[in-house]
């Protein structure tokens, strides 16, 4: 009868320390899942940093532009620049 309990105490012992492996597993496989997810977060902002530094160049040229084409046409309007 001893030996049963003992027999079924070794038999729980080690189904829970299934358990805990699986969890250790599971939970390293989490974290690293985490960190992909982080590092590309990261590549993803600093390519949207880029596309957002371009765009804003890009924004700023076609003000300049703007106003030259702007400058030129009241120039050739008041009949300051002849050609």
Excluded: D, P
């Excluded at 390519?47 to 046409?73: D, E």
Aim: aromatic share 8%; no cysteine; net charge neutral.
């Amino acid at each position: 009868m001893l030996q049963l309990k003992v027999k079924e105490q070794e038999e729980v012992i080690k189904s829970n320390y299934e358990v805990i492996n699986i969890y250790k597993e599971n939970n390293l496989q989490l974290q690293n899942n985490q960190q992909e997810a982080k590092n590309q977060i990261q590549e993803m902002y600093g390519q949207l940093l880029g596309v957002s530094n371009k765009a804003t160049t890009y924004f700023i040229i076609a003000i300049a532009v703007t106003i030259i084409l702007v400058l030129f046409v009241v120039l050739v309007a008041t009949g300051n620049l002849k050609f």
